[in-house]
T-cell receptor, first 113, second 115 residues
Framework: QKEVEQNSGPLSVPEGAIASLNCTYSDRGSQSFFWYRQYSGKSPELIMFIYSNGDKEDGRFTAQLNKASQYVSLLIRDSQPSDSATYLC?????????????FGAGTRLAVHP | DTGVSQNPRHKITKRGQNVTFRCDPISEHNRLYWYRQTLGQGPEFLTY????????KSRLLSDRFSAERPKGSFSTLEIQRTEQGDSAMYLCASSFRDRGRGGYTFGSGTRLTVV
């Protein structure tokens, strides 16, 4: 089982709709979770992070955590064509006294007008 | 804060040649990471520096790969005797020690093509 798993997509949604992206993780002890956005040919950009103490909303983005089922979601409200990108979920793996981020393969989101 | 800088942006090399990439992290960041990303995959961890010390090297890194971070500032990643399977985007990221809660800031990457 991979440490972080995502549906590769593509997830296609119409402009203005809510896009829901999911990520499952294997380490039940994980305390923080990160979402990166990556446009084609570009490097990942951090857009959201949450801790195990609750959900988080930032503008049109909401990150939700379900610890019992070990998945974290990213909701994008009022989706825009500019949101079309690959969304990477990342979870820190603690080893040797430090954390390193382990990434999922990403979900490709396509927002069509 | 000028961000994480990587050079070159693109590199095309013939199989068997050596290549070296450079990463300049955000100046106050003491942690530096190298990742590799192939098409359709997420970034895969390669190695980690805390200041000048290389604390971990992934099993993905064969003996042909070496990384350095002299004086805890910029870092270089060298690949010797390149193979076609080395073709990928090489990403550098940096962060500040904050008990591991923060995310990384990535550079724009170096895309390597081995022909």
């Amino acid at each position: 089982q991979k440490e972080v798993e995502q549906n590769s997509g593509p997830l296609s949604v119409p402009e203005g709709a809510i896009a829901s992206l999911n990520c499952t993780y294997s380490d039940r002890g994980s305390q923080s979770f990160f979402w990166y956005r990556q446009y084609s040919g570009k490097s990942p950009e951090l857009i959201m992070f949450i801790y195990s103490n609750g959900d988080k909303e930032d503008g049109r983005f909401t990150a939700q955590l379900n610890k019992a089922s070990q998945y974290v979601s990213l909701l994008i409200r009022d989706s825009q064509p500019s949101d079309s990108a690959t969304y990477l979920c990342a979870v820190p793996l603690f080893s040797g006294g430090y954390n390193k981020l382990i990434f999922g393969a990403g979900t490709r989101l396509a927002v069509h007008p | 804060d000028t961000g994480v800088s990587q050079n070159p942006r693109h590199k095309i090399t013939k199989r068997g040649q050596n290549v070296t990439f450079r990463c300049d992290p955000i100046s106050e960041h003491n942690r530096l990471y190298w990742y590799r990303q192939t098409l359709g995959q997420g970034p895969e961890f390669l190695t980690y520096f805390q200041n000048e010390a290389q604390l971990e090297k992934s099993r993905l890194l064969s003996d042909r790969f070496s990384a350095e971070r002299p004086k805890g500032s910029f870092s270089t990643l060298e690949i010797q005797r390149t193979e076609q399977g080395d073709s990928a985007m090489y990403l550098c990221a940096s962060s500040f020690r904050d008990r591991g809660r923060g995310g990384y800031t990535f550079g724009s990457g170096t895309r390597l093509t081995v022909v």
